[in-house]
């Protein structure tokens, strides 16, 4: 594999936060995750609502500096982003949003939408060039005749068609790497299959590094070459997608796979099914006041008395594929992976944690 042209290294962010009767917390939501991204390949990003991955793809395109940890753009640290340094990690490293409409601002035609992005980043190129690759662009994202989407407003668009836009509007900068922060999720399901390929495609032609955030496992499947699981603020699980997906080696990577739509699966099992629920289980931890030991312990069938008070260590379990779960240093691993979800859920409501 050709070297990462994006990296985070053991970066950790937390935000402080005032509460209305003046009191202090701090929120910790991104602590020592490791994340590399390479030419040509899609690394997604999975977890439920509120388990960091947002606030990582904000770290990476810098749009937050890390508390800790440090950001590589192909092999060089990256400082705090000023003048001309900033409009070149800029240019390299394009977010795209998970609202289209907000992305694009609605008093302007898609024409300047574009061209803005196309000046600051091509300052040499004259008004019928900027035109003339502005239509490239839009032709890029299959949006045809070119002419007749440069004259439209944002709110003229479908959502498909908006995002679409911002895509070409992020390619405008000819970026290193996409980092695209559940990119579908507001989309129609009937064009979603679209915009996958589409990423697909752009990645494919121009060896971009693509990260793509979802909660959708089953999308993550289709389109990713690496998948990396967090809960809670850290990562849990990460390596190569059918190795992940085929077998999981965390308990929270199995509840994911269990809980996402299979049409060869005999039953549909539910969230509730799967995680219990809120009472049964409970929510997902605050990230103010975070469990000790492994974040995930609280809803974990296989809890271990070590795994309330210590963070468990990396177990590499496979080529490029490791978990951060006790069980493997207890030789234990076998046992989840043979584990039904019935028998998961089951052994969490009715038994004592070991």
Not at 148 to 161: A, M, N, V, W
Not at 214 to 230: G, K, P
Not at 318 to 326: E, I, Q, T
């Amino acid at each position: 594999m050709s070297e990462p042209v994006l990296e985070a290294v053991d970066v950790t962010k937390h935000f402080a936060v005032t509460s209305g009767v003046g009191s202090t917390a701090t929120v910790r939501a991104v602590e020592d995750v490791t994340l590399r991204l390479h030419p040509g390949r899609v690394t997604a990003v999975v977890g439920e609502s509120g388990s960091g991955k947002t606030t990582l793809a904000r770290l990476l395109a810098r749009f937050y500096e890390p508390t800790e940890g440090a950001i590589r753009l192909e092999g060089r640290l990256v400082g705090r982003p000023r003048g001309g340094e900033e409009l070149a990690y800029r240019k390299a490293v394009q977010l795209i949003f998970q609202d289209p409409f907000g992305s694009l601002n609605p008093l302007h035609r898609v024409r300047h939408n574009i061209d803005r992005a196309i000046r600051l980043h091509h300052r040499g190129l004259s008004r019928a060039e900027r035109l003339a690759r502005a239509r490239e662009l839009l032709e890029r994202v299959s949006l045809t005749p070119a002419d007749d989407y440069l004259r439209k407003f944002p709110h003229e668009l479908s959502g498909g068609q908006r995002q679409r836009v911002v895509i070409a509007r992020a390619l405008a900068v000819e970026p290193r790497v996409l980092l695209g922060d559940e990119p579908i999720s507001m989309l129609d399901v009937s064009i979603r299959l679209e915009m996958l390929n589409l990423l697909d495609r752009l990645r494919r032609e121009d060896g971009l590094a693509l990260l793509y955030i979802t909660h959708d496992i089953a999308s993550a499947r289709y389109l990713c070459d690496d998948i990396v699981v967090m809960y809670a603020g850290r990562v849990v699980e990460s390596g190569p997608k059918e190795a992940v997906i085929s077998n999981p080696r965390h308990p929270y990577t199995k509840l994911l796979i269990e809980s996402s739509p299979d049409p060869h699966r005999d039953v549909a099992l539910d969230r509730d099914d799967v995680f219990g629920s809120a009472e049964e289980l409970g929510e997902p931890p605050s990230l103010i006041d975070p469990p000790s030991g492994c974040r995930f312990h609280p809803r974990c069938p296989f809890a271990m008395e070590r795994c309330r008070t210590t963070r468990p260590p990396r177990a590499e379990v496979g080529p490029g594929h490791g978990a951060d779960c006790w069980l493997h240093e207890a030789g234990r691993g076998d046992e989840l992976a043979s584990a039904s979800m019935t028998r998961l859920v089951s052994r969490t409501l009715t038994e004592e944690i070991p």
